[in-house]
C-alpha cells in the first residue's frame, strides 16, 4: 500500500535538526532560523525540522488563526493531506473542534520531525499519524474504502471530513511571480489537487501570489468560494481558499 498508519513514534534521523546557534545553520535558512519563533513558539523547547522543512512550516499564529477559521459544522475528521514538520495540524489538534486529525507525510524524516514537534506541544497522540502518499488515500477512500485501515476509513466523508491542504508549492520560484501560475506549481497543480480531493470539502493554502483567475474556477456549480490573505507583521504569508464539499460539476470539468 502506498501509506500505512504509523503506529508508534518514529525515531528522529540525522536529516532532523533542532539549530542552537546561527553558525550551525545552512546559509539558505538563516532568515528562517532568525523567525524561529514565530514558526514555532516553543522552539528552545527541542523543536525539530529537516533542512527543506524550514520553506514549508506555516508560521505558529497563521496556522492557529487558520485552525480557528477551517469549516467545521458537522465535520468530525480533519485530514491534514501535507503535514510537514506539523505546524498546522499542531495547531488543529490543540484548537480541539475534531474528534479525528489525520496527518499524512510521505517523508519519514519529516514525519518523525512532525511527531516529535507534536509532543513538545503535547498533542502527538491525539493524531493519527499516516506514512505514504496522501492523494493515494484519497483515490483509495473514493473507490475502495473498505480496502483502508480501520484508523483511516471515515463513514460518509462528503457530510464528515474535511481536508486541509499546505503543498510543497515547488520552493520558493513562486516569489519571482508578480502573479503565479498555479498550473505549474510542483508537484501537484492546482487542478490536480483540486481532483483528488473533489467532492470533499477542502482548504488549499496556496502562494500569496496565486492567480485569483484559476482560483476562481474552483467554485462548484451555482456556488461560491472564500479566499482569505492571512497576513503577519503587515505582510501576507499565504491566500488560503476554501472550498465547500460538492456532488455538482467542479473544476477540472470547467478549465
Same mark, same amino acid.
Given at each position: 500500500?502506498? /501509506?500505512?498508519?504509523? #503506529?508508534?513514534? =518514529?525515531?528522529?534521523?540525522?536529516?532532523?535538526?533542532?539549530?542552537?546557534? +546561527?553558525?550551525?545553520?545552512?546559509?539558505?535558512?538563516?532568515?528562517?532560523?532568525?523567525?524561529?519563533?514565530? +514558526? /514555532?513558539?516553543?522552539?528552545?523547547?527541542? +523543536?525539530?525540522?529537516?533542512?527543506?522543512?524550514?520553506?514549508?512550516?506555516?508560521?505558529?499564529? $497563521?496556522?492557529?488563526?487558520?485552525?480557528?477559521?477551517?469549516?467545521?459544522?458537522?465535520?468530525?475528521?480533519?485530514i491534514d493531506l501535507f503535514a510537514g514538520s506539523g505546524g498546522n495540524v499542531i495547531a488543529f489538534a490543540m484548537a480541539e473542534r475534531w474528534s479525528r486529525i489525520v496527518a499524512i507525510e510521505k517523508d519519514p524524516a519529516t514525519l518523525a520531525c512532525a511527531q516529535h514537534n507534536a509532543d513538545v506541544y503535547g498533542v502527538r497522540e491525539a493524531i493519527?499519524? $499516516?506514512?505514504?502518499?496522501?492523494?493515494?488515500?484519497?483515490?483509495?477512500?473514493?473507490?475502495?474504502?473498505?480496502? =483502508?485501515?480501520?484508523?483511516?476509513?471515515?463513514?460518509?466523508?462528503?457530510?464528515?471530513?474535511?481536508?486541509?491542504?499546505?503543498?510543497?508549492? %515547488? %520552493?520558493?520560484?513562486?516569489?519571482?511571480?508578480?502573479?503565479?501560475?498555479?498550473?505549474? *506549481?510542483?508537484?501537484?497543480? =492546482?487542478?490536480?489537487?483540486? #481532483?483528488? @480531493?473533489?467532492? =470533499?470539502?477542502?482548504?488549499?493554502?496556496?502562494?500569496?501570489?496565486?492567480?485569483?483567475?484559476? $482560483?476562481?474556477?474552483?467554485?462548484?456549480? %451555482?456556488?461560491? +468560494?472564500?479566499?482569505?490573505?492571512? @497576513? *503577519?507583521?503587515?505582510?501576507?504569508?499565504?491566500?488560503?481558499? /476554501?472550498?465547500?464539499?460538492?456532488?455538482?460539476?467542479?473544476?477540472?470539468?470547467?478549465?
Amino acid at each position: 500500500m502506498a /501509506f500505512e498508519v504509523v #503506529e508508534n513514534k =518514529l525515531p528522529l534521523t540525522e536529516e532532523c535538526h533542532h539549530y542552537e546557534n +546561527i553558525n550551525e545553520v545552512p546559509w539558505d535558512i538563516q532568515k528562517y532560523w532568525h523567525q524561529r519563533y514565530s +514558526i /514555532f513558539e516553543f522552539y528552545d523547547y527541542d +523543536i525539530h525540522l529537516t533542512d527543506d522543512g524550514w520553506f514549508g512550516v506555516t508560521p505558529e499564529p $497563521v496556522a492557529t488563526k487558520i485552525a480557528k477559521d477551517l469549516p467545521s459544522k458537522n465535520k468530525t475528521t480533519l485530514i491534514d493531506l501535507f503535514a510537514g514538520s506539523g505546524g498546522n495540524v499542531i495547531a488543529f489538534a490543540m484548537a480541539e473542534r475534531w474528534s479525528r486529525i489525520v496527518a499524512i507525510e510521505k517523508d519519514p524524516a519529516t514525519l518523525a520531525c512532525a511527531q516529535h514537534n507534536a509532543d513538545v506541544y503535547g498533542v502527538r497522540e491525539a493524531i493519527t499519524w $499516516v506514512l505514504g502518499d496522501s492523494l493515494a488515500y484519497l483515490e483509495t477512500l473514493r473507490t475502495d474504502p473498505g480496502s =483502508l485501515p480501520a484508523a483511516l476509513q471515515i463513514d460518509d466523508p462528503v457530510h464528515t471530513a474535511t481536508l486541509f491542504a499546505s503543498p510543497p508549492w %515547488g %520552493g520558493v520560484s513562486y516569489r519571482d511571480h508578480e502573479v503565479f501560475d498555479l498550473s505549474t *506549481m510542483q508537484p501537484y497543480s =492546482l487542478a490536480q489537487l483540486h #481532483e483528488a @480531493c473533489y467532492p =470533499l470539502e477542502h482548504t488549499l493554502f496556496l502562494p500569496r501570489s496565486s492567480d485569483l483567475r484559476q $482560483v476562481a474556477r474552483l467554485a462548484p456549480e %451555482g456556488g461560491k +468560494i472564500e479566499v482569505v490573505q492571512y @497576513c *503577519m507583521s503587515g505582510a501576507s504569508k499565504a491566500m488560503v481558499v /476554501f472550498v465547500p464539499a460538492t456532488t455538482g460539476s467542479h473544476a477540472s470539468q470547467k478549465q
